[in-house]
């Protein structure tokens, strides 16, 4: 059984448009994922330490028979050839890809927290999803729409229209 899912990504190392070009290409050729849905591409300021380069950030909505550990193997594995190095929480990343909703469902598990635990007050994941989903209502009952008017869009900016970007 198929189901929906959307997922944020993120880089400011190594080219970060390309990155995530790159990135959005590979979820679709990975077995069992196919990309329903692309947001605009945008730029955001870092979070985190410090010194970084800005984001360039987009969200995907894909289907998928994977069971959402499943996903997360997937999409941990496209990181991995991207070079992700997972050494300073928040810091600069080629690439990170991070799964915010799988179908309605709510997961806690040592590996997965589904709704994304930070989504709800980040602009740069709110935004993008909105860009695909508008109508969109969380598994909490909260609407997408009243997250984006409440956090704003400070610090972000569309840097290209639609997929593909570059």
């Avoid at 979820?27 to 800005?54: A, F």
């Avoid at 989504?119 to 994941?125: A, D, E, G, T, W």
């Avoid at 935004?127 to 969380?138: F, G, N, S, T, Y």
């Amino acid at each position: 059984m198929n189901v929906t899912a959307y997922v944020a990504l993120g880089s400011n190392l190594d080219d970060p448009d390309m990155q995530l070009q790159r990135a959005v290409d590979e979820i679709d050729s990975t077995p069992d994922i196919r990309v329903t849905g692309c947001s605009r591409l945008y730029r955001s300021d870092p979070v985190g330490p410090e010194g970084q380069p800005d984001y360039c950030n987009a969200v995907v909505e894909i289907e998928t028979a994977l069971p959402s550990l499943e996903l997360l193997d997937a999409l941990q594995a496209i990181e991995q050839q991207h070079g992700r190095e997972r050494s300073l929480r928040w810091g600069p990343r080629t690439l990170d890809l991070d799964i915010l909703l799988y179908s309605n469902d709510k997961i806690q598990t040592a590996r997965l927290t589904v709704p994304h635990y930070q989504m709800h007050v980040r602009n740069f994941v709110l935004c993008p999803l909105a860009d695909i989903v508008p109508e969109l209502r969380l598994p909490d009952g909260q609407a997408l729409s009243h997250l984006v008017e409440e956090n704003g869009q400070e610090g972000l900016s569309v840097i290209a229209n639609e997929y593909p970007w570059i």
